[in-house]
């Protein structure tokens, strides 16, 4: 039950943080919790669903929370701590357990995600290289879920992540190359969004480079 009483504890503190009007204060402790957190989820598959059962659900939103706190400034994330912990347990719950992957794929929820992992992505030197490489595991999970995938036009949101991970296909690092295949991978799993990308020229310069890249995964993604 440890992730319940984390939830809780987190919550609470949110809530007091946004009651009182801080701004800029010192994380401790919602940094200790989400760190806690992420050690938590840190489990098997099985644990993983349990607790998503559980609490999944609020889990995610209040995660998104304190990135967007911790993004804004509003929360000082030290080392970037928090952001960590929050992508981490993120991935965990895209990773493993489908129920979740569903709920994240909601277009009400997908889209807030998805921008905030931008955010965190696209820092540049201001966030955690670490952050940002889990960032786009889980942007590569998200890829092709969601309600959205159904709509004829693909939509603002996947245009800026269609962007961001063309970038990522030319990226130094071969881990963010192979999460670049896998989440261009995804989103092309619905002939609406293969239409669309199949008509841009990034798009396909961005596949001929995966396609020749060293690494195994990374081309098959991409093939």
């Known amino acids: 039950a440890a992730h319940v009483a984390l939830f809780k504890m987190l919550s609470i503190v949110l809530t007091r943080s ?129 309600d959205s995938c159904h709509r004829r036009n693909i939509s603002s949101t996947d245009i800026l992540l269609l962007d961001t991970l063309i970038d990522n296909a030319f990226h130094s690092a071969e881990s963010v190359r192979n999460n670049a295949a896998l989440g261009l991978n995804n989103l092309a799993c619905h002939n609406e969004h293969l239409v669309t990308m199949s008509c841009q020229e990034r798009v396909l310069d961005a596949v001929s480079k995966l396609l020749s890249d060293d690494c195994t995964s990374t081309r098959q993604y991409a093939a």
């Not at 609020?58 to 400034?73: T, Y």
Request: one cysteine or more; proline letters at 0%; charged letters at 30%.
């Open 18 to 146: 946004a009651r009182d009007g801080l701004v800029g204060f010192k994380g401790d402790e919602v940094q200790q919790m989400c760190r806690s957190l992420e050690m938590v989820h840190r489990c098997s598959r099985r644990c993983l669903e349990v607790s998503y059962e559980e609490v999944g659900e609020d889990l995610i939103a209040l995660i998104g929370s304190v990135m967007e706190r911790c993004l804004d400034g509003v929360i000082r994330d030290d080392g970037d701590v928090g952001i960590l912990s929050c992508v981490q347990v993120l991935l965990y719950y895209s990773s493993e357990v489908r129920k979740a992957v569903k709920h994240m794929g909601k277009s009400t929820v997908r889209g807030k995600l998805l921008g905030l992992l931008l955010r965190v992505a696209s820092a540049g030197s201001m966030i955690d290289e670490r952050a940002k490489e889990l960032s786009l595991k889980v942007i590569s999970h998200l890829g092709g879920n969601g």
